[in-house]
């Protein structure tokens, strides 16, 4: 194993063989998901965020350092070729870490994998929170644009509360600037508001997520409600002593659906669904107010049943989108 930093000073590690590397799965969180493969070619992430249901249940931070597999480029290129039918594989880079961070850049383990992507002529999607990347990335996007979609996950409502709960991330004016490239350069780019806050009640909220969407050429936006532990709420309002109120009002700890959830490395902890009443009517109004500026959303298939409206993604799905904000080719 080798001990690396990035230019802006967080430790990331390499690690050679594949031993406790996460395989690739058909990625699926409940029956109702699409038909996805997970690529997880490192454990934590350099962007940190303090909601993250990957790695921020706990008073220990399990994001840093991050271990990236050296092998896995390999490794993922045998996957790939031993499908018959590799056309219709779809690959999501996952959520556990970020492909366009600084650890996975600066390695150039994502330019690796963005090549075999390209090489064996697979379909893939990428949700980030990174500003634009490197020439030689954009040039790969670019390179792959019919059989690639990038989604940017911008949903907060400003950057100071960006600053305390995703430090490590770039704010969100730099990743809209990814946004703008992905659609000049005919990339397929859409956005996610996560983690929902309802923290206003003069929409103002939404006007303001949806307008920084169009005017970077997003024109579609799922809504990604999350999951948390007691120990993840318990941090957000701390960190958010303002939306202590709203935030307890959303995760109803004591009456909330419960669901076990299994971290890198085998921990798991509880985490609990958003209150239903509650997110029903912040939902609708969103969709209402996203019609009305010509936008699209769509949520998880679960969330649609909790907020008794299995038609809210109908619109999305007429333009092929689905939950994520991911459009099938």
Excluded at 152 to 180: D, M, Q, Y
Excluded at 231 to 258: G, H, T, V, W
């Amino acid at each position: 194993m080798e001990t690396f930093k990035t230019s802006n000073g967080i430790e990331y590690q390499f690690v050679h063989g594949l031993e406790q590397a996460e395989e690739i799965t058909d990625f699926r969180q409940t029956s109702s998901c699409f038909n996805a493969h997970e690529v997880n070619p490192a454990i934590g992430c350099d962007f940190l965020c303090r909601y993250c249901s990957m790695y921020s249940q706990y008073d220990k931070e399990e994001h840093v350092p991050v271990k990236i597999y050296s092998d896995y480029p390999n490794y993922l290129r045998d996957y790939i070729k031993k499908h018959k039918n590799k056309e219709n594989l779809i690959f999501n880079f996952s959520p556990k870490t970020d492909a366009f961070s600084l650890s996975m850049i600066e390695s150039g383990m994502t330019e690796n994998i963005l090549k075999i992507f390209d090489e064996e002529g697979v379909k893939y999607y990428i949700l980030t929170k990174s500003g634009l990347p490197p020439k030689e990335i954009q040039n790969l996007l670019i390179k792959s644009r019919d059989k690639n979609q990038i989604i940017i996950s911008s949903g907060l409502p400003n950057e100071e509360i960006e600053a305390v709960l995703e430090p490590g991330a770039p704010p969100s004016s730099k990743r809209l600037e990814f946004a703008k490239f992905c659609s000049q350069s005919g990339i397929m780019v859409t956005g996610i508001v996560a983690p929902y806050l309802p923290i206003d009640d003069d929409n103002d909220y939404a006007y303001k997520v949806f307008n920084r969407f169009l005017n970077s050429g997003i024109r579609h936006a799922s809504v990604q409600v999350l999951k948390l532990s007691v120990e993840c709420l318990n941090r957000m309002c701390k960190l958010l002593p303002k939306y202590e109120q709203r935030l307890n009002q959303l995760f109803d700890i004591n009456n909330a659906k419960s669901i076990e959830w299994k971290l890198p490395g085998g921990k798991t902890v509880i985490r609990y669904y958003a209150d239903s009443s509650y997110l029903e009517k912040e939902l609708k109004k969103l969709k209402l107010i996203a019609k009305n500026m010509n936008i699209t959303v769509s949520t998880c298939k679960e969330v649609c049943i909790n907020i008794n409206d299995v038609n809210y993604n109908a619109e999305a799905q007429q333009r092929g989108y689905n939950c994520v904000g991911f459009t099938k080719y």
